[in-house]
């Protein structure tokens, strides 16, 4: 039987120990193998992609120049991506995505895959790139290829290092690294490209330029290889996303094959006997010992635990100083059409020029959930200046028109946002939705006099609630509100911008364990929606009593 078939029936047989989303994409695989359509399974060309790496390349690293064996997960993958063509012979797939543990010998597979296309893929001047965002990081796959090229006595004899390149007379052919910040990305005539670690890919822009090179290519591919990842709502969540709708069937692309490998629920991390589901390499590739001590250490050390779990186990987290993890953020429940008649604004308005935000806190009698109305603004020429760049993603790498589209976002023809359009909006819940807005929590710093007079003139003269932006006065109700977040009773109706700000969040901590919140390092990553739903929250808690009375 072949790898292919062997590998994909263990897992459907539960003879593998497999994911949720391994055993959906064995499915798929084993239905078009036995019933082929357009596309069929053809094994003497799936038999020579993965013949040619075990006979040609060697490893790059620990047991010089010994033979490089693929393992049963990785010869299956291989042979499915390669296997499935035409009755003219074209490869099937022209895209994969490998999301999978760290020390499951991504790079060392992927480099072989480089060389496996630059010669042995019957392709004219096949151009082979090595992609990162930097390029000292694209040149580890290089570098990956080079050595397991110099320890074969065939492959350095026709493959020649040059000053930037790796290339093959034979087809003029090579292979090369590629890093966003590059000055020559224009005019690519990309045949292959692989992408190592997507996850710490904030920008799409390069992911999008490649995948257009391979347009005039006969049977090109882009090869993703990665880890999960602490950057949030980027390339790889969007990724993520569509390879998962293509795994449950709701999303038809016969073209693009993911496999995923994950623990399926973060309860897992500490059964060694689920650690496999997202670690296939585990007891070959990678120690039993070496997952054992970073699960201690993460059992020990909880600052150290989102790595773990993000690079190990492929869970979702955010960064080691955010304020929350990505378990609490998460919370797929919509408001749907429930009626709110009082509700507790909150708003966020530090700097016009970028984004704003407001939100509306409802809450339910009997029901312990608070339930969130938000609206957010932007200068609409942020959003114009990157279109006309040519960039897919807004200014802070997120996709402000698609939000503006949803009806999430609104723009101000202005350069900067008027804070009026805040007070427009609680009007508009007030006259459209018949929630009287009680109290509005506020960041006295940024709300001129009249404004406030505004404010008081709609909603009363005791509406406008100061909420001074220090540990004194946050630090409870912060610690207050991540237990809410983590039981699952804030419901912010699946917002992306919301789950983006509160993904963004960090914590600066005092000696005495107090908190307030910052937004880190990177200046675009907008925290703007915490702050709103932080102010809404500490008038909420403040006022408790008198909301809970009326509703």
């Not at 690294?177 to 996850?199: K, M, Q, R």
């Not at 090179?213 to 880890?227: H, K, N, S, Y």
């Not at 996303?241 to 293509?246: D, H, L, P, Q, T």
Request: charged share 30%; with cysteine; hydrophobic share 40%.
């Amino acid at each position: 039987m072949l790898e292919f078939e062997k590998y994909f029936t263990d897992i459907t047989d539960e003879k593998i120990v497999a994911c949720e989303k391994m055993k959906q994409a064995a499915d798929m695989l084993l239905t078009r193998f036995y019933r082929p359509d357009e596309y069929h399974f053809d094994p003497q060309i799936a038999k020579r992609h993965t013949d040619f790496i075990e006979k040609f390349c060697k490893v790059p690293s620990g047991k010089l120049g010994a033979p490089l064996k693929l393992e049963l997960f990785q010869k299956a993958r291989l042979q499915a991506i390669f296997g499935f063509v035409d009755d003219n012979d074209i490869r099937q797939y022209n895209e994969c995505i490998i999301i999978e543990g760290r020390k499951n010998g991504k790079t060392t597979e992927t480099a072989a895959v480089e060389i496996d296309m630059l010669v042995n893929d019957q392709e004219g001047a096949p151009q082979i790139y090595n992609i990162a965002t930097i390029l000292d990081q694209a040149k580890l796959g290089f570098t990956a290829c080079q050595k397991m090229i110099r320890q074969s006595p065939l492959l350095s004899k026709h493959i020649k290092k040059r000053a930037s390149d790796l290339y093959f007379a034979y087809n003029f052919g090579f292979i090369k690294a590629l890093a966003s910040n590059s000055n020559s990305l224009d005019g690519l005539d990309v045949h292959a490209a692989v992408i190592d670690e997507l996850a710490a890919i904030k920008n799409r822009d390069i992911y999008d330029l490649i995948k257009q090179a391979m347009g005039a290519r006969r049977q090109p591919l882009l090869f993703c290889i990665t880890t999960n990842g602490f950057v949030r709502d980027g390339i790889f969540d969007a990724q993520y996303e569509y390879a998962s709708g293509i795994l449950s069937g709701e999303i038809k692309n016969k073209r693009f094959l993911p496999f995923i490998y994950e623990l399926d629920s973060i309860d897992e991390w500490r059964d060694e006997s689920c650690w496999i589901k997202a670690n296939p390499g585990l007891g070959t590739i990678k120690s039993y010992d070496y997952l054992r001590e970073m699960v201690q250490k993460a059992e020990d050390d909880f600052s150290f635990r989102p790595t773990v779990l993000v690079k190990d186990f492929n869970m979702k987290q955010t960064g080691e100083a955010a304020w929350l993890r990505w378990e609490d953020i998460l919370n797929e429940e919509k408001i749907g059409d429930q009626r709110f008649r009082y509700g507790i604004g909150g708003m966020d308005a530090a700097d016009s020029v970028d984004l704003n935000a407001a939100k509306c806190l409802c809450m339910k009698p009997d029901d312990p959930k608070i339930y969130v109305k938000s609206m957010y603004w932007i200068p609409q020429r942020v959003i114009d200046e990157f279109e006309g760049s040519g960039k897919r993603q807004g200014r802070d790498n997120v996709p402000y028109q698609k939000w503006k589209e949803m009806g999430l976002l609104r723009t101000v023809d202005d350069y900067r946002v008027d804070k009026r359009v805040m007070l427009d909006w609680f009007m508009e819940l007030q006259e459209q939705e018949d929630i009287y807005i009680m109290f509005i929590g506020y960041d006295p710093w940024h709300i001129d006099d009249s404004l406030l007079r505004d404010f008081k003139n709609a909603f009363g003269e005791n509406c406008m609630i100061p909420v001074r932006q220090g540990i004194a006065t946050l630090s409870a109700p912060m610690k207050d509100l991540k237990a809410e977040l983590g039981a699952h009773n804030i419901v912010y109706n699946n917002n992306p911008i919301d789950k983006w700000c509160l993904a963004n969040t960090q914590v600066k901590t005092d000696i005495n364990g107090n908190i307030q919140p910052i937004k880190g390092v990177d200046s675009r990553n907008r925290i703007d929606g915490t702050m709103a739903l932080i102010d809404g929250y500490v008038v909420l808690k403040n006022k408790y009593d008198e909301y809970t009375s009326l509703i």
